[in-house]
């Protein structure tokens, strides 16, 4: 039986951006125009998908390419000083010794990921993609099982945001929702992946069983 390909992002899902993104965004909000994001409204925009949070801050479309572009430039910046969101070691050594074949998405500089997962002793995946586009990763995705010409039903995509949930739906691969990053797990459960973890080590189950 062929062993499963699991892709993670990373993100939220990996590494714990989440404080950094906040500061960054309030650190730009005077230069694009936007509201700064207060410690009240943190846990109510967690809730909420990736457009309506760009709605409620007053970010307009236009102005969206130009602010990713410097969020992107700054957590890249110093992502190798950030700390992991959970502990994956014991799963992700658990999944190689599996055989398991186990990669990251995302839209962060390669060398930054890895000298962030080389800093966590996390350096057990085999595979990096970049996605170019915040909204793009279904493509980024495609592009991965094509190349290792994989069957989809085999395809694992993990993630903390509602986007993610998307984009591996769009594809047709099976999505597991994580309720440690950006989104709450009730937001998640509103887009139905076919799992939804509180812990990296219900993956075991998951993917092993």
């Given at each position: ?76 910046s110093h992502i190798a000083l ?13 999944l190689k010794a599996n055989g ?22 996390l350096d057990f995946f085999d ?83």
């Amino acid at each position: 039986m062929e062993k499963p390909v699991v892709i993670f992002d990373f993100d939220g899902t990996i590494a714990n951006t989440l404080d950094s993104l906040i500061s960054i965004m309030n650190d730009l909000s005077d230069e694009f125009g936007f509201k700064k994001i207060k410690e009240s409204d943190v846990e109510y925009l967690r809730g909420k998908k990736s457009r309506e949070i760009l709605k409620h801050l007053g970010i307009s479309i236009f102005k969206l390419p130009f602010v990713i572009r410097k969020v992107r430039r700054e957590i890249n910046s110093h992502i190798a000083l950030l700390s992991p969101s959970v502990d994956l070691l014991p799963v992700l050594k658990l999944l190689k010794a599996n055989g398991c074949h186990v990669g990251i998405v995302t839209t962060n500089i390669e060398e930054n990921v890895r000298k962030f997962l080389h800093a966590n002793n996390l350096d057990f995946f085999d595979f990096f993609y970049t996605a170019k586009k915040v909204f793009g990763k279904d493509r980024t995705i495609s592009k991965i099982i094509k190349e290792m010409n994989v069957e989809k039903s085999n395809v694992y995509f993990i993630g903390d945001e509602v986007r993610d949930i998307e984009a591996g739906k769009k594809v047709g691969i099976k999505t597991i929702g994580v309720s440690w990053g950006y989104n709450t797990k009730n937001a998640l459960e509103k887009e139905r992946p076919d799992y939804l973890i509180d812990s990296p080590l219900e993956l075991e189950k998951i993917l092993l069983s």
